[in-house]
Structure formats: C-alpha cells, structure tokens
C-alpha cells in the first residue's frame, strides 16, 4: 500500500486545528456514599469515602459538598448538598448550568470564569426557598471554569448538566478553515499521483 504524504500531512492538520471542547456532563451523584465528600469523584478519582473512581469530567468539588441520601427527582438516591459556601471547578470549562435544588432558605449560584471563584462572574442564578424540586439554570457569553454556591446550609443539588460545547476561539476556526479549504486541492493531486503510478 502505497503512503501518501501530503494526505498525511493534512490529516495531521486538520485534526490538530480542531477546537478543544468540553465534556458534557451530568452529575447525578450515584456511586457515592450518604456523608461523603464529593472532592475528586467527578475527576476520576474518588470520594472522600473512597467511592469511585467516578467518570473523569475534569470537575473537582471543595470539601463543603458533600453527597447524601435523598429522595431525588430523578437518578439514583443519592444527591449533592452544598453547606455555606461550596465551591466546584470544571477544569474544561462550559457556558451553560442548569440543575435541580431544594432549599430550606434563599441564596445564590455564581458562575465565575476562573478557578476557584476567582475571575469574572458570568452570571448569577437567584435561588428562593423550595421544599420540593426546582428547576434553575442559564446560559450566559464567555467560559466558565467553577461555579460558587453561596446558600443556606443543606441545599440539595441533583442533576447538575451542562450540554453544551466551550466556544472556540478565533484563531482555531481559522486554522480549521484553512485546512478545509486545502481539501479540494490536495485531491486533485492525489488523482493525478495514483493516476500516473
């Protein structure tokens, strides 16, 4: 079988230029004991029990959330629960949270675009009272790399989602393009090549 050196090249390119996303992810918090912290679960590591390794989607939480037995409106039962002021990380980013809560009082979720809470808040969801289920969540512009939840403690969180793709920057949809755009041309040239072989 005969290589073809430019196609290889170009494959190269062409996945090379292809824009770094994130993974989409739900968190449902089974596989995870009642009372332990969450931590590294969703990172691919483990609970503070030792549960898991849970699925690897780059997300770490501080030791202020932890799991707990609960009825859920979905999933498993067991759900996340935030005490004060609880923190998670999504090392790959994302730009949009929905979950559902049940709150004993108010507060709020901030989406931050650094690590940490550190950054720019992107967006702020209110959270009122609930003593059943409650659907929040948003979209907001730019990336976000953790979420703050500043509620009143035992707020329970289930099916934290986000189901969509980080926004690439500009210069790797150039690149992208640029090796579209090649494609036409490196066929013909490989036509003629097998053509003459």
Avoid at 103 to 131: C, Q, R, Y
Avoid at 140 to 167: C, P, R, Y
């Amino acid at each position: 079988m005969k290589r073809h050196p430019i196609l290889f090249l170009f494959t190269l390119i062409l996945v090379g230029s292809l824009p770094a996303q994130a993974i989409p992810f739900t968190l449902n918090f089974g596989g995870l004991q009642n009372n332990e912290q969450v931590l590294s679960f969703y990172n691919g590591g483990t609970g503070s029990l030792g549960s898991g390794p849970g699925t690897n989607y780059g997300i770490f939480f501080n030791p202020t959330f932890i799991a707990v037995s609960a009825v859920p409106p979905y999933g498993p039962d067991i759900v996340g629960q935030a005490n004060d002021i609880s923190l998670m990380n999504v090392y790959g980013g994302f730009n949009l949270l929905s979950f559902y809560y049940e709150s004993t009082g108010p507060g709020s979720v901030f989406i931050e675009s650094g690590l940490d809470g550190t950054g720019g808040s992107l967006a702020v969801i209110p959270l009122t009272a609930s003593v059943t289920w409650s659907a929040a969540g948003t979209a907001f512009n730019g990336t976000a790399h953790s979420v703050v939840f500043e509620v009143a403690t035992g707020t329970k969180f289930d099916q934290i989602t986000d189901v969509s793709f980080v926004i690439p920057e500009p210069t790797s949809l150039l690149l992208l393009a640029t090796g579209l755009s090649l494609i036409p041309e490196c066929r013909r040239r490989l036509t003629r090549r097998v053509a003459h072989t």
